[in-house]
C-alpha cells in the first residue's frame, strides 16, 4: 500500500474510473490515504467486492465511496451522479479517467466493431465524464482534469494503432497548441482539417506506424 | 480543452504512461481477422514482421516480456502533479507528463521524427502561401482584418 502524506492542500474530492484494477485502484488507495474523498468508480462493483469494501471501509465513514459507472452509458448517468454528489453539498474536485483498454491487430484490418469498441471506452467515455465535470468545475473556478494516456497517444508501436489513436484523440481534444479544436484520427479530419490550419498535431495517424 | 478552460482555473493533465506492472497487458484483445491474407497459417505479407511478432507476444500474455514501470510509484507522482505538492511543487501548471522510461523514449523518438520532417520540408512547407503572401523575406504580411492569424498570435507555445 501507499505510503499516507499529510495533505498541504485541503482535502479534495476524486472521481475515478476504472477502480477494480491497476492505476484507477491504486490512485483511489492513493487519494484515500492522502486523506482526501474518494468516488471509485468500475463498471460492475459487484466483481470486486472485496476491494469495494476497502475503499467504504476508510474512515470517517462516507469518505471512501464506490459507485457503478459504465462511461460507455449515457451521460445520463454520469450527470445523475454529479447531481447526487451536489445535492449532499459535494462535488467533484479531481476527476481521473483511468477506464480503457487495448485492442491489437494490423491496422488495416480493424472491423468496425472493434474499432467503435476502443473508441467508445478510450475517447468518448472519458470525453463524456469530462464534458460532465468541466462545466461544473469552470462554475467552481476550480478543478482538474487527468487523463491516463500512453505513449502510444504520441506514436504506436506495431499492433497499436488503433489503441494509440484512440488516446491521440483524447489528447488532441486538449492539445495546448492553437484553439482547442477536435481532431480525430483520419480520414475523419476532412471537416476539421479547415480549422486545422494553425493546429500544430504531433500525433501519428493510425497508419503511419 | 485544457487553453479554454485555463483561464477559469479548471487544468486539465494528460499524462503519457509507458508499460507498468497492472493487468492491462494481459487482456490486450486481439483483432479477430487476424493477419491478413493468412499470416498466422503461415505466408501472408506480415509473416516475419514485426507486427506478427508484436501479436505474438500480446497473445503469449505479459510472462513472457519485461514490464519496467512500477504503477504504485507512477500513481505517486500523477498524485503530486495533480495538487502540486512533492514532484509536483510548483509545476501545477503543468497540462503534459511523461512517465517511465519507454515513455520518454517515445517522447523523444517523436521530437527526432517532427525534428526530421522540418529538416527535410521545412523549405518546401515555406514556400506555399498565396501569392499575395508570398516574399522572399518571409515577412509576415497577415493584417488585423484576418480574424483567425490574429487569434493564433494570442496564443502562446507552451503556456496552459
Redesign the interface.
Known sequence: M?TA?P???KP?TWLITGCS???GL??AR??LA?GHRVIATSRDPSRTPELVSEIEGASPAGRGRWAALDVTASSEAMDALLDKLESEGSQVD?L?NSA???????A????DA?VRAVFETNFFGAYRL?RAC?PR??R????????????S???S????G?YGASKSA??S????????FFLPFPPVSSLFSLLS??HTH?H?PVWTE | MAREVAPFGVRVLTVYLGSFDTDMSAHVGQAAAGLPDGGDAGGGDYAGSLLERYLGVFAAGPGTFPVHGDHRKAVRAIYDVAVGEGAGAGRGGEIQMVLGRDSVRRAEEVRERLDHMLGVFGGVAANVDRDEYAGGDGADKTTSADPLTQLVKQTPAHAT
Not at chain 1, 467552481?140 to 505513449?151: F, I, T
Not at chain 1, 508501436?157 to 497499436?160: I, K, M, T
Not at chain 1, 481534444?173 to 482547442?180: H, I, L, V, Y
Open positions: 501507499t502524506s495533505p498541504t492542500t479534495l484494477s491497476g492505476f491504486q490512485m492513493h487519494a492522502a479531481v481521473v480503457g483498454f487495448a485492442t491489437a491487430g494490423a488495416e484490418a480493424f472491423s472493434e469530462m468541466v468545475m469552470r467552481r473556478r476550480a478543478g482538474v482534469v487527468v487523463n491516463l494516456s500512453s505513449g497517444g504520441l506514436e508501436r506495431e499492433s497499436l488503433l483524447l489528447d481534444e486538449r492539445e495546448p497548441p492553437g484553439p482547442a490550419l494553425t504531433t501519428t
